[in-house]
């Protein structure tokens, strides 16, 4: 029998099939199954300490590098603590730059000097080599001819630079096949970058240095000119005395100062009489210079411009009318009023004053005259002197001060410390990293235990399916009637399949005409009942096969479907679309049973009667219940054999009362499909009802040759005779 697509049989198969053994059952499958366990996880483990032992693993080498400000480019203090702090950006660009080109490329000419290649360092030709770059998550290197391109991936592969927390260290690290190799290898990039940055840094220094001894060179040269200068003027002058000198111009400078004053005053006074005489008002008179000069004007007139200015500073804030502005303004009245007064007074004296310092001018001017000659000789060489010596002590100061800044910048080249220092020195590693070998083998073992579990489980699961080797009359204690093949193909196989089914006919002829039908009488046919433990074994294409071979060998037979949750009418049989009466018709009373056989006509072969479409269970197991062994009986009167499909005996009851009516008894089993358990628990049922069947059929197994050769396939169907 067929499976219909939506049958709920068919549903509900996942469950009942499904391998779910508790820790209990896992446990005595496992000792059931102990020499497949074994054996699968003696040849896993095996296979795979071979592989590990060929494991090499990667030496990681660390340093650490620690970073302080440099006080000559970024020197940051902090408020709180007053000491230096490193950002994180620049912590950043330090990592950047020791995954630099520069840096990577330095490193890689200093491994080349001593002998160090790190060509195929990180080559992975093997699978297990790109399985564990791929783990890793190491980034594969591009196919280059260039081998210094080569040479720097793979160095750049295998370096690490991260930041030690948010302190200002950054841990490098460097993974290689060969311990000294990782450590030279990090030796070589530490040190360049080391040596970079501090030469980075004393560029400036270096800079700073060639200037200030490029200045102090030609201040050098400048004062050494100079001092000849002074020299030459001071060989051609002759020795002379510097305080001699120094009177001497003093008291011309004096008798000069003196001239000068009385020369304006009498000037002054001449002018002011002049001015006096042609004078309006007060401005015609401080308009003379004898008057304006008087201490007495003169402190006036000062009073009188500062009032003045604070005037028209107030003025452009608070205006003429404000109570300020009018009190300031009638200070300016008074002193304006008091300044004419004085400068009348003044006036009245300047005859005086005038002839006095006409004589005095002439004195004065008569003395001074006489000093100028004395100096006159004098001042050349002094003067030159004087310049000379200047610019001799300027140029040595300036020389001072550079060397005193060439000293500084050698004293701090000389005492020079980087911001950068190597906190740990490389280290030698001296064992890989993980996984190590010790870590390889544990998990060998643990997969070599789990293969060794499932391998004992699917040997377990599989051995509870029948295969074409499955003996029934060992296993069951039921004989073994026939070996169906698969029907599907042709040639062989299809020959295969007809003599297997031409085999059970006979057989079933045979049973049918047994000592143990005498005391049946001749009308009676013989009722074979095919049953299986769940749908899909092949029960109704056997019944069908089955029918199709009795009748070539000229019996009457029909085909019975008492599975109506499930039925499963030959595919072969285009005429039976046209019968309008099925089985629920019969067994309902709608239509009688003569009408229904009648329907078919009389075309060759057997007959089939069976229902058109599914019926819902309670319904159906009530006419197999009481209307089935009738039916039986009517249809055993009209024909030789009456073949009766069941449903399955684990699915429904209808098949455990389908199977009680029939005179022989089949059990279909499927190779490769049928479970040892389904078909102990069937067999259970069927005894608990005192049935027990006669004969097994294996359906679906290999193709056996009658007689030790496969047969044409032109054979006729049912040339059994």
Known sequence: ????????????????????????????????????????????????????????????????????????????????????????????????????????????????????????????????????????GKPDAPISDDPETVATLNLRNGLEAARIGNAAVIEVAFSARQPETAQQALSAIVESYLWQREDRQKTTIRRQLGEAERQFNTAQDELAGVENNLTTVQSGAGILDADESARMLDRIYALDEQAEKLGQEVASLRLARESRMDAAGLDDLLAISDVAVHPVVSQISLQLETRKQEFVALDQRYGP????????????????????????????????????????????????????DRVALRNTSVQGQAALNRTVVMARTNLQELGQQVQSLRREMAAFHGDAAIL????????????????????????????????????????????????????????????????????????????????????????????????????????????????????SHIAHALAEKLAGLGASVIVLDADLHDPAPPASRPRDSENRNDLTDVMSGVVDLDTALAAHGDDEGYRYLGARMPVPGSLATGMVDGQLPDLIKRLRTRFDHVIVDTPPILSVADGVIALGLADVRLFALRSGHSKRRDIAQALSQLRAANIIPEGVVLNGAKPRAAYGKAQPSNVMKGQLT
């Open 1 to 136: 029998m067929t499976e219909h697509p939506h049958h709920p049989d068919r549903m509900a198969r996942p469950a009942t099939d499904r391998f779910d053994p508790s820790l209990r059952d896992l446990l005595g499958i496992l000792w059931q199954r102990r020499g497949v366990a074994a054996l699968v996880f003696v040849s896993v483990l095996i296979a795979l300490l071979s592989v590990i032992a060929n494991w090499q693993g990667d030496y990681r080498s660390v340093a650490e590098i620690g970073f302080a400000q440099d006080r000559q480019i970024t020197e940051r203090l902090s408020e709180d603590t007053g000491r230096r702090t490193v950002t994180a950006q620049e912590i950043e660009t330090a990592i950047a730059e020791v995954k630099g080109q520069e840096t990577l490329s330095t490193a890689l000419s200093v491994l080349r000097g001593e002998g160090v290649s790190l060509t195929g360092g990180h080559a992975n030709s093997s699978i297990f080599g790109q399985l564990a770059a791929m783990i890793s």
């Open 321 to 372: 009318k404000h109570p300020i502005m009018q009190g300031k303004q009638r200070e300016l009245d008074d002193l304006r009023s008091e300044l004419a007064a004085a400068a009348g007074n003044v006036a009245d004296q300047m005859d005086i004053a005038l002839a006095g310092a006409e004589e005095k001018l002439r004195l004065i001017t008569a003395q001074r005259d006489r000093w100028e």
């Open 424 to 539: 740990r020195a490389p280290t030698l590693p001296g064992a890989t990293e993980f996984p190590t070998k010790r870590d390889l083998a544990m998990l060998a073992m643990m997969i070599a235990v789990f293969a060794a579990v499932v391998a004992a489980l699917l040997r377990h699961y599989f051995d509870q399916s029948v295969d074409d080797e499955f003996d029934p009359q060992v296993a069951l204690g039921i004989p073994f009637f026939a070996r169906i093949p698969d029907q599907s193909g042709s040639g062989n196989l299809a020959t295969a399949h007809d003599e297997a089914a031409g085999h059970l006919a006979v057989l079933m002829r045979i049973m049918a005409q047994g000592p143990g039908t005498e005391s049946q009488s001749q009308a009676d046919g013989q009722v074979i009942a095919l049953g299986s433990a769940l749908s899909g074994d092949g029960k």
